[in-house]
T-cell receptor, first 113, second 115 residues
Framework: EAGVTQSPTHLIKTRGQQATLRCSPI?????VYWYQQALGLGLQFLLW???????NRGNFPPRFSGRQFPNYSSELNVNALELEDSALYLC????????????FGDGTRLSIL | AQSVTQLDSHVSVSEGTPVLLRCNYS??????LFWYVQHPNKGLQLLLK??????LVKGINGFEAEFKKSETSFHLTKPSAHMSDAAEYFC?????????????FGTGTRLLVSP
């Protein structure tokens, strides 16, 4: 079974630009979660998508947004990039029923210059 | 409210010696608990999960954890450390709320393994 895949592996942007990160969940998983792992801040929940809809979001400004496609893959968009957005962005997928564990991809390292 | 405390930010062991990574949790409900491992520049890999079945949970790569309700603990152990075990380990409490799975992460324990 293929795991969660994320692209690109690394992304370098400058302040004010926009970034798009992509995630393909494990086959059969309808829920996709996005997390930010910044140095010294631990893992912070960003967004949850299920069945094509945004279901919940963490304490992040609206310039963090995304969508989920009919095949359950997902995009995370970050607009008006700021230096503090530099982080590892992790995507995780799971089935919605029960308290099953989330399965994580290897992340996209976003660096803002 | 749910919370997780990983009692050690760093643990150093020698190869071949036992590993103990400590985790205490706080949860208003019967919790689901996970341990994940993160190697440098990688995502989180699930080591094992507790979901109210057996209190002793066996995971991958020889790791296991014991759920102790009276002590609100879920410590991770391995009988013999290997160099490849050097990584960051996260204890996680999972709470479901109308389909939303909220994961509460510990701050992580970095395991250092020396030859």
């Amino acid at each position: 079974e293929a795991g969660v895949t994320q692209s690109p592996t690394h992304l370098i942007k400058t302040r004010g630009q926009q970034a798009t990160l992509r995630c393909s969940p494990i086959s059969g998983h309808t829920s996709v979660y996005w997390y930010q792992q910044a140095l010294g801040l631990g893992l912070q929940f960003l967004l949850w998508y299920d069945e094509g809809e945004e279901r919940n979001r963490g304490n992040f400004p609206p310039r963090f947004s995304g969508r989920q496609f009919p095949n359950y893959s997902s995009e995370l968009n970050v607009n008006a990039l700021e230096l503090e957005d530099s982080a590892l962005y992790l995507c995780a997928s799971c089935i919605r029923q029960g308290n099953q564990p989330q399965h994580f991809g290897d992340g996209t390292r976003l660096s803002i210059l | 409210a749910q919370s997780v405390t990983q009692l050690d930010s760093h643990v150093s062991v020698s190869e071949g010696t036992p590993v103990l990574l400590r985790c205490n949790y706080s949860s208003s409900y019967s919790p689901s608990l996970f341990w994940y491992v993160q190697h440098p520049n990688k995502g989180l890999q699930l080591l094992l999960k507790y979901t109210s079945a057996a209190t002793l949970v066996k995971g991958i790569n020889g790791f296991e954890a014991e759920f102790k309700k009276s002590e609100t603990s879920f410590h991770l152990t391995k009988p013999s450390a290997h160099m490849s075990d050097a990584a960051e380990y996260f204890c996680v409490v999972s709470v479901m709320n109308t389909g939303f799975q909220k994961l509460v992460f510990g701050t992580g324990t970095r395991l250092l393994v020396s030859p």
